[in-house]
């Protein structure tokens, strides 16, 4: 079954964080509790052990408020975590499982994971953007999960560009609209919270002040890093390099743009003679920036000076150092260099 344009645009819009090479809108599970393989949910992210669940849902016609509360329970608060809490359950409960993708068949993840988070996405026009209920109380049966709009989604992914960024902020989100929040009134036990406060841009731009120097202005830069990546041809030399980015902060994305864009002025391949913290295996790689005025500029003058910053960054301790070389034009070239370090 082709997924329809509700779960197509959920699938395009989380791509504003993630690589598509972390996004799957056909995963299927099979679990030594089924007797054959299901479908895990509409839209998977499977990032480094930690899964994003996406359950979407649509409705074409219909208007009125008892409308909308009748097809928002039966299609959100029922239909989609009960889906949600089915592959949630699976993975936390099964002793042996693999998640793949029912296209190509290939393994998408087997574990472990580090974390799972459950998400459901509705369209529906006539649904009141600031006053839907923005998440659903877990409890012992079923588990909670954050609500979106899709024009919300659509705004999260593209003001959370990053990836660890996105998991964090959907932490965060639900604590949020949990304290701001109240059950609705003769839902009885299946009871679902209702938003009542907080608007959904105030939410970002609260975790966006939290989590960065500059907020807003540093998730314009880490978006504009995004963008060069999703750009930059993918192939098995650069997947790898390409799987080490995407661990980065808003704050890291922020600092290589930085140091991009002090080289406006300059000539030849230049290095400032910086590293930049990358954050990623406990803070033991690091990012070199070097800029190039030449489009043209040789692999042998770039491996010279690539070999001098490694060096430099070994005896600083770094174990890996990630290399950007930039043309004024985007990325020119990527170095993802040995787990070794060179002798």
């Not at 208007?63 to 608060?77: C, D, L, Y």
Request: glycine residues 6%; neutral net charge; aromatic residues 10%.
């Amino acid at each position: 079954m082709r997924p329809d344009k509700a779960e197509q645009k959920s699938a395009l819009f989380i791509k504003n964080s993630f690589l598509g090479m972390y996004v799957f809108n056909n995963s299927q599970i099979e679990s030594d509790l089924l007797p054959n393989a299901i479908e895990l949910c509409d839209v998977l992210v499977s990032f480094h052990g930690m899964l994003i669940l996406i359950e979407v849902k649509r409705f074409d016609e219909g208007t009125g408020q008892s409308a909308q509360e009748q097809w928002f329970k039966n299609r959100i608060v029922y239909e989609a975590r009960k889906q949600l809490t089915r592959g949630y359950s699976l993975l936390v409960d099964s002793k042996k499982w693999r998640v793949f993708d029912k296209r190509t068949k290939e393994t998408i993840v087997r574990g472990p994971l580090e974390a799972i988070m459950t998400v459901a996405v509705f369209e529906r026009d006539d649904i009141d953007n600031d006053t839907y209920p923005k998440v659903m109380s877990n409890d012992n049966k079923r588990v909670g999960a954050n609500i979106f709009s899709l024009p919300d989604f659509q705004m999260a992914t593209e003001m959370v560009p990053t990836p660890l960024d996105f998991f964090l902020f959907l932490q965060h989100r639900y604590q949020v609209f949990s304290q701001h929040s109240f059950p609705l009134v003769g839902a009885q036990n299946d009871a679902y919270i209702f938003h009542r406060v907080v608007d959904e841009g105030t939410v970002i731009a609260a975790y966006l002040l939290e989590h960065t120097k500059e907020g807003e202005h540093d998730a314009s830069a880490a978006k504009a890093l995004h963008e060069m990546l999703v750009a930059f041809p993918k192939n098995n030399d650069t997947v790898l390099w390409l799987d080490e980015m995407s661990c980065i902060t808003i704050e890291i994305a922020q600092e290589i743009v930085k140091m991009r864009d002090s080289f406006s002025d300059s000539k030849g391949l230049v290095w400032n003679g910086q590293f930049i913290s990358s954050g990623i295996n406990d803070r033991k790689n690091a990012i070199a920036v070097l800029h190039s005025k030449d489009i043209n500029t040789t692999l042998a003058s770039i491996g010279k000076a690539r070999r001098g910053i490694e060096k430099d960054g070994y005896k600083m301790g770094f174990v890996k150092i990630l290399l950007f070389v930039f043309h004024e034009d985007g990325i020119l070239r990527v170095f993802l260099p040995p787990t070794k370090r060179l002798s």
